[in-house]
Every structure is written in structure tokens, then in C-alpha cells.
Nanobody, 125 residues
Framework: VQLQASGGGSVRAGGSLRLSCVAS????????MGWFRQAPGKEREFVAR????????DYVDSVKGRFTLSRDNAKNTVYLQMNSLKPEDTAVYHC???????????????????WGQGTQVTVSS
């Protein structure tokens, strides 16, 4: 699977952005999807994931209540709606796919594939 993330930008604290991740191929609906982010000098961090059907989601504690992950399998696209952004959300955001069952609760990047170029999110105070 090949993935392309977009929708990043520069916003002030409290602002919103919606990231999109478009997948190629006909099997998108069979993949769980995840978003990760990496700030300069830091390791890649799990942000959110969604099951293949879209019925289940999971978030890192720091974004719960502010970020919402959804998907449209007909459009081979996942969306990450980010509200109430904070300066600490500044990072390059990447989407990735996984073949592992959602119930396994994998948040390690090594369980994901299809990494493409990320999209930069910059939040100023």
C-alpha cells in the first residue's frame, strides 16, 4: 500500500487542521490505519489509530478530546481532525497502515507499513 499525507500547515494555538491520508490500491478497507508524529530530535510517536471498518479508534492521551480520526473506505482516505492545537503538537505527521488486528493494540511503528512523506504541522503560541 502506498500512502500520501496532506493537510498540514501553520496555525496559532487553539486553531484547527484536518489531515488527510490517501491510499493507493484496492485493499485499503482491509487495513487498520494509524497516525504518528515526529518532532525534531524526538522519536516517532503514536497519535491515533482506527480499525479497518472504522468502528474503533484509539488515541494517545495527549490528544484525546482534541483529535478525531475517521475514514472513508470508498475514497481510500483517512482523516485526522485536529482541534485546540497546542505548540507541543508541532511535528511532522505520518500515516501508515497495519495488517494486525485492532484488538492487538499495536502502537509501535514497526507494526505499520506504507510510510510515505509526512505533512508538517506547526503550532505557534
Amino acid at each position: 500500500v502506498q500512502l500520501q499525507a496532506s493537510g498540514g500547515g501553520s496555525v496559532r494555538a487553539g486553531g484547527s487542521l484536518r489531515l488527510s491520508c490517501v491510499a493507493s490500491g484496492r485493499t485499503f478497507s482491509t487495513y487498520g490505519m494509524g497516525w504518528f508524529r515526529q518532532a525534531p530530535g524526538k522519536e516517532r510517536e503514536f497519535v491515533a489509530r482506527i480499525s479497518a471498518s472504522g468502528s474503533s479508534t484509539d488515541y494517545v492521551d495527549s490528544v484525546k478530546g482534541r483529535f478525531t480520526l475517521s475514514r472513508d473506505n470508498a475514497k481510500n482516505t483517512v482523516y485526522l481532525q485536529m482541534n485546540s492545537l497546542k505548540p507541543e503538537d508541532t511535528a511532522v505527521y505520518h500515516c501508515a497502515a497495519t495488517t494486525y488486528a485492532f484488538a492487538l493494540r499495536f502502537t509501535n511503528p514497526s507494526r505499520y507499513l506504507g510510510w510515505g512523506q509526512g505533512t508538517q504541522v506547526t503550532v505557534s503560541s
